[in-house]
């Protein structure tokens, strides 16, 4: 998921090993569950699941009825391997055993390709080759997108081209079908070959990858999807790209596209690209977004809702669709280098994307809900280990693998740190640039950023002031306090001699945040919120019915508690059990007529945790949005 | 839908023809429109959808594919029929072309059943015969209840025995086939068979009917229906029905098993049945019911939700649940003789079953929301004049043509009126009672009841004070007060000589109705109603956007607007426009920074009309949960 150069990018990512977590901090730790313990259980799902042994039945070297339902099984393979590539370019030679399956793997998938390049598995075993028969739901090119996502991901990870070679071939055959002189005229339903096409173009330098991605795009919203049962909006054919000005349908293939556009701006420099790309994120945020940063409200077919439409206990907010927020944040922020895409970012890393998976690193969420009823018969009641549609597991092991690539950029004039985390950063483009990052964050208030020796001479670092902390952040270089108020990045260009330490202090004080009245589950309640963190009631940390509870007071931090294995600050609230009127026996009456509150009720204290941290104990009733 | 005398009821329906509405009232101009429009519009749909050509295709007198892609089409035939024989009932030679249509339909659907009985067209057609192949989902014993209901009606209703012999065929094949001596054990993933037989019981005496009822009832819960993709809750057979104290799943199921086993009940008289669906019931009023009396929250699976999730946006309510839930209370208050069965029948009634169908009845909503969002593109926008699962326009239809049948019953003591409407009602059992009610019920507040001459005797009248009405509803004999306060029905003993007037008003002041803040939507809201009708704001009646505007004010009879012919009375209350907020580009905001309110914002004005005669204007912006 990293990306190549852009050509018209503002801000360039730093290339792959650029940043390097440190041991101790909050992301090393969870980037090691991933490596360790995430890519181990999805080498093993691949063979349970049968999506190994589809590969054997396109190849011929299995016989059987293929395993699964879904058409595009082949894509666990594939992302799989794209983290485990990432995972072994920070590794080395430190990860045999993952080495060794990964070629197994990949020799699994070479296999299985056909002559002429083409490769899936379902087609092949499933429809008996028939090929492209169904553009609106068979997922053909999202698959191949996959495919090539992780060819370049392997080769700029590991320098290998076994994987890439495959990948390349099947590209190679889609420009023939698909592009300008091919033999279609087509798109997919699933938007993502957009994305993988443009980088196989910057990673070949190939213009005809990327001509195929804008064709892609210019052809979508020309109806030729059709209009099956959730219309045409579902996947994103009612309207032309650059009409769409408002996100429909089903969330991960809007975000995908969107993000797949942004690609094509990011080398083409269209204005019309970024201006409709602009409006599409604005559309987003002022409405379909949950506090979390998980998108997609319906639950029926997956899709965005109307705006505002933004249901606690009924939130969708596919973990998927939350990696598609960051990819598209990530490339609206190279080509804009504005910080509300690093804000948003950040708020979907630390809570939408990191509910998505339980703290072992071995269950996952596909659905991540802002509220679950006392006694919900919704299921599935936890975090599982694998799915039917396993697309969330392993799109969470790439992203993890990767996570490294979306913390810092540069550009001629410095050096620019994104997200923060104990880390080494380095670039040696326009010059030798760097920091090493100490911090505790997202828990702790203070940012340690030091200048290495090696990185001495004149640039400039760039620190985002998270947008929650813009009024109240406090900058000091070496002591002295520098003024940032409001500044969304603080920019500080010296001639550094090595040494110097900038500290970055943030307001931790626990926030209670409010929704707009027509968030209708939030209305009347607060969030909490304490850095980058949302914060959530668990039933299993109160001494009341979370849901009979309504806040009186102030929020303030609590203890910490271990969840697992981390020591997670609380925040608590004073609280008093709600009225009476939870035990009638039918839910309305008249206004004014509300029974008086018990009086025999104690005072009690709301206890809350990290968001991210939810359902890693026992699972039951859950809160995002608090009464008061 | 009218039902035959149960053996343990504690009040018994009218005979056929008992309860006649009187041209000038509300109800018999809804019943006319659906006599009309609606059996016509059936008629043609009928044709237009394929659905009798499947008979034909059934009976090998036509050739070609089966029409659409449901498996229980054919109850669109069915429940037509239905709907047509109660109506003959009513019109009797008036109606000469609904005769002739249903004759003609009648000898299609005899024309489609086999020689042993069995009568199915998808089976035949589709599934090259072979019958009970898919028990989860197959509807086949669905689809015999739906013919066997119809083929009761026709009979009661025009003594033709056309129908009846068609469908008690059936029947006794399926008292072969999962009879207690039968060839199968299983029972339908769909209930509505359970209700069916025990009405051909009461009409024929049979036994044999009551105990396949009875033995479908037995089994549910044992599992036999595996494990679909929405699980065992969805179509009740988790538990089995004697376990089964809460409601869970598919809405129309539920409920419709519910209605099965209080017929059930009716004629065993087992205590364990009434004591476990007091408890459904209970379940089902505590938090699963909207104020509209609608029922079922999810669009994903059709299901009721847990307690307390009740979305307004994205309500499910379908239009066939309102009528399951009309059917289950009508059994219920028969069974037990409570008020508070009646009073949720009219609560659905005049709500959520009657918003259903436009007031030119031939549109028709399969969804009823209690909200929709401005610009929202949640589809239909507006009711449609059929569906490809067109379950509810024909349900609509045969509830309205035997409407009658549910607003009196008798006892060994009298007569008593569950629902107001001007009518002419008559019972000859124990002796000769009636009574001949005047008022413009449901809007005014006036129910004026005049004992007829030839109904003179001794023998009590019993008056249904609606729950909303009981503290302030004023009762007069011959003018001359009567205290009814606090009484659910006001029980009137006399020796009618004829000629007395008794005049029941009732409180129709606009009511604000809030919630139990764990209805999430309501929250921070109140609901106006008026009478037995909850009312709803249309953008098309605002002047300026709905969602922006927040009531401050008390709520006071407005004009009367004519929608649909009909001059509803409107409620007005005052309103400010909502805080600024709602053009900010992030909906969310550290408490207490509300921004100001627009200080040019002029004071204005909300204007509602009742909820069912919503969308039969402009298609807009909605909400029954108003601000305040």
Redesign the interface.
């Known amino acids: 998921m990293a990306l190549g150069q852009g050509a018209r990018a503002v801000l360039r990512p730093l290339p792959v090993g650029g940043v390097r977590f440190e041991d101790s901090g909050f992301w090393a730790s969870r980037v090691a569950v991933n490596a360790h313990t995430s890519l181990a259980a999805g080498y093993e799902q691949l063979h349970a699941s049968g999506v190994l042994e589809n590969l054997r039945l396109a190849a011929g070297t299995a016989q059987g009825a293929y395993h699964g339902k879904l058409p595009f099984l082949d894509t666990d393979v594939f992302k799989w391997l794209e983290a485990v590539a990432w995972h072994l370019q920070t590794a080395g030679d430190a990860a045999p055993e993952l080495a060794r399956q990964a070629d197994e793997v990949i020799a699994l998938v070479a296999a299985a390709q056909d002559p002429d390049g083409y490769l899936n598995s379902y087609v092949n075993v499933v429809r008996n080759g028939e090929r492209w028969a169904d553009l609106p739901s068979g997922h053909e090119l999202y698959c191949a997108g996959h495919l090539i996502q992780a060819g370049v991901a392997h080769r700029r990870a590991t320098g290998l081209h076994t994987l890439f070679d495959v990948a390349r071939r099947f590209a190679d055959l889609l420009v023939d079908e698909f592009g300008e002189d091919g033999r279609r005229v087509g798109y997919c339903g699933h938007p993502e070959v957009e994305t993988a096409l443009v980088e196989l173009y910057r990673e070949t330098d190939e213009r005809k990858y990327l001509d195929l991605a804008g064709r892609f795009v210019d052809l979508r919203g020309s109806g030729l999807l059709g209009d099956r049962p959730f219309?045409r909006?579902y996947f994103q054919d009612l309207q032309t790209v650059r009409e769409t000005r408002a996100l429909?349908g089903h969330a991960v293939r809007a975000l995908y596209l969107s993000a797949g556009v942004a690609d094509l701006y990011l080398e083409t420099g269209e204005s019309d690209l970024i201006e409709v790309l602009r409006a599409q994120w604005?559309d987003l945020?002022?409405?379909k977004m949950y506090?979390t940063g998980g998108t997609g409200s319906?639950?029926?077919d997956e899709a965005l809702g109307?705006?505002?439409?933004l249901?606690?206990?009924?939130a969708y907010t596919e973990t998927c669709a939350a990696i598609a927020v960051m990819q598209w944040a990530w490339r609206m922020q190279l080509a804009t280098g504005d910080a509300t895409y690093a804000d948003v970012f950040e708020r979907v890393l630390y809570n939408g994307f990191l509910a998505g998976t339980a703290l072992d690193g071995e269950h996952f969420f596909y659905v991540n809900p802002l509220?679950v009823?006392?006694?919900?018969?919704?299921?599935p009641q936890g975090r599982q280990r694998w799915f039917s549609c396993a697309c969330c597991p392993p799109n969470v092991m790439r992203t993890m693998a990767s996570l490294t690539h979306y913390f810092a950029t540069f550009d001629a004039d410095g050096l620019q740190i994104h997200q923060y985390a104990s880390a080494s950063i380095r670039a040696d483009v326009p010059a030798r640039m760097g920091v090493d990052i100490q911090t505790d964050y997202p828990f702790d208030a203070t940012v340690r950023i030091e200048i290495p020796a090696e990185c001495a001479g004149e640039w400039t670092i760039s620190l985002r002031i998270p947008d929650w902390a813009r009024a109240e952040a406090q900058l000091r270089l070496d002591g002295k306090p520098i003024d940032v108020e409001g500044q969304d990045y603080a920019r500080l260009r010296r001639d550094w001699r090595g040494g110097e330490v900038i500290e970055l202090e943030l307001p931790m004080q626990p926030?209670?945040?409010?929704?707009?009245?027509?968030?209708?589950?939030a209305?009347?309640?607060?969030?909490i919120e304490r850095g980058p963190l949302v914060y959530c009631a668990e039933q299993v940390d109160q001494d009341a019915d979370l849901?009979r509870l309504?806040l009186r007071g102030a929020a303030r931090d609590g203890e910490r508690v271990d969840i697992g294995g981390i020591p997670v600050p609380t925040v608590t609230i004073p609280a008093a059990h709600?009225?009476a009127?939870?035990t009638?026996?039918?839910?309305?009456?008249?206004?004014?007529e509300?029974p008086a509150p018990p009086t025999d009720a104690p005072p009690t204290t709301v206890t809350t945790i990290p968001y991210f941290a939810w359902a890693n104990r026992d699972y039951g009733a859950m809160r995002v949005w608090l009464?008061v």
Chains 1, 2 share one sequence.
């Open positions: 219309g909006r429909h604005d945020l002022r409405g506090v319906r639950h029926r109307d705006a505002f439409e249901p606690a206990d009924r509220q009823r006392p006694d919900s018969t919704l299921g926030r209670l945040t409010v929704a707009d009245p027509r968030v209708d589950d209305r009347g309640c607060v969030a849901d309504t709600a009225e009127a939870s009638t026996a039918w839910p309305y009456r008249q206004a004014g509300e009464r």
